[in-house]
């Protein structure tokens, strides 16, 4: 799990439940079916509507990503990448084939079995631009979808905050009821700004740093391989590599 998202929404979600109990408040007063059912179910609706039914198939996989650490490691992919042009500058190209079934990260096997097959560099650096690219915009859906939710939501807190409004003020006759009537008509904005700010903006941001963090992985990879594959010596290509990275982990290396 990521320690970071999991403590953070600990934290928000703690921070306004905590201080709502201690000015009085119960929670049973905010647990309301009406309010809920506009905002969340709602606020899904008017987001499914401007994506895809694939994209929403994949939603576990999106979530999973912004709250399970992601194995990428930067420093050790160098260290993979510098090995075989190590093993390529002795061996060959072709010696490399031996060594596809290791590799793990299939964008770096496949931009090795491009490399073994002899393309050009440029067209080597071509294919792998625009595999990083599909990629990028398949995680930037997830990113949207979720800035979308973050959007719609206070929108529909207010949706149903003037319907709470609306029957309130239709049906009550007694003024000693309508203050907390109009009060209950407020709990569907409360849902709305708590679950946009504290789950679907943070989400996103979240996914949007995943992103941000995959590419300079897969640029370290395709600088990498095109290096390895015109034989470049694995010292250049390390020092190279290595200027991906934040001074800290250059430092280490």
Not at 131 to 141: G, L, Q, V
Request: some cysteine; overall charge neutral.
């Amino acid at each position: 799990m990521d320690i970071a998202t999991i403590l953070g929404l600990i934290l928000g979600v703690g921070a306004v439940v905590l201080s709502y109990i201690m000015e009085g408040g119960h929670l049973s007063a905010v647990l309301q079916a009406p309010p809920m059912i506009i905002v969340i179910v709602g606020t899904i609706g008017a987001a499914t509507m401007t994506t895809s039914f694939k994209l929403l198939t994949n939603l576990p996989s999106i979530l999973k990503i912004a709250f399970v650490s992601p194995k990428m490691d930067p420093v050790a992919t160098i260290d993979e990448i510098v090995r075989l042009a190590e093993k390529s500058r002795k061996e060959g190209l072709l010696s490399l084939e031996k060594e596809l079934k290791a590799i793990t990260n299939p964008f770096l096997k496949k931009a090795i079995q491009f490399a073994i097959d002899g393309l050009e560099q440029n067209v080597l650096r071509d294919l792998l631009e625009i595999e990083m690219s599909y990629i990028s915009e398949r995680h930037k859906a997830g990113v949207t979808f979720f800035s979308k939710l973050g959007g719609f939501s206070p929108t529909l807190g207010i949706i149903g905050t003037v319907l709470g409004l609306v029957h309130a003020l239709g049906t009550v006759s007694d003024a000693s009821k309508m203050a907390s009537s109009i009060a209950a008509a407020f709990i569907a904005t409360l849902w709305g700004i708590v679950l946009a700010n504290l789950l679907y903006l943070p989400i996103s941001d979240k996914l949007r740093l995943r992103n941000e963090e995959e590419n300079v992985l897969l640029e370290i990879m395709i600088a990498g391989v095109c290096s390895l594959a015109t034989g470049e010596n694995p010292r250049m290509i390390r020092a190279k590599l290595l200027g991906f990275l934040m001074p800290r982990l250059r430092k280490e290396q």
